[in-house]
């Protein structure tokens, strides 16, 4: 079993910032990637950044610039900086983590809860 522990987001105006957290943990052998999605009001989920173990990181297209992914390998730890907001960011924001479990070293693909993101304007 992997876990995905979320933390962050809320409310936020336009122009500002929020940050998010994911932190993994369980059966944990190997991370190859982390990262964020997301799923706006009568929208489909969405790519917003993922960053490999070997740091190589992807951005959808709607936040390039504005949103800044790092990782944690030691803590099994991604974060996501989000400024200059706007209110079509507003979205449930998924933490994903794809890799390889302890002992069994079969593949997972798990998802967090969700974090709600509301930017107004």
């Known amino acids: 079993q992997v876990h995905l522990a979320e933390s962050g987001g809320g409310l936020a105006q336009a122009g500002g910032s929020l940050s998010l957290s994911c932190v993994a943990s369980g059966s944990i052998s190997l991370i190859n990637v982390m990262g964020w999605y997301r799923q706006g009001p009568g929208k489909d989920r969405e790519l917003v950044a993922t960053v490999t173990s070997g740091n190589k990181v992807e951005y959808g297209d709607s936040v390039k610039g504005r949103f800044t992914i790092s990782r944690d390998s030691a803590k099994n730890t991604a974060t996501l900086q989000m400024n200059s907001l706007k209110p079509e960011d507003t979205a449930v924001y998924y933490c994903?983590?794809?890799?390889?479990?302890?002992?069994?070293?079969?593949?997972?693909?798990?998802w967090g809860q969700g974090t709600q993101v509301t930017v107004s304007s």
């Open positions: 994903n983590c794809k890799g390889k479990r302890r002992g069994s070293w079969s593949s997972y693909d798990s």
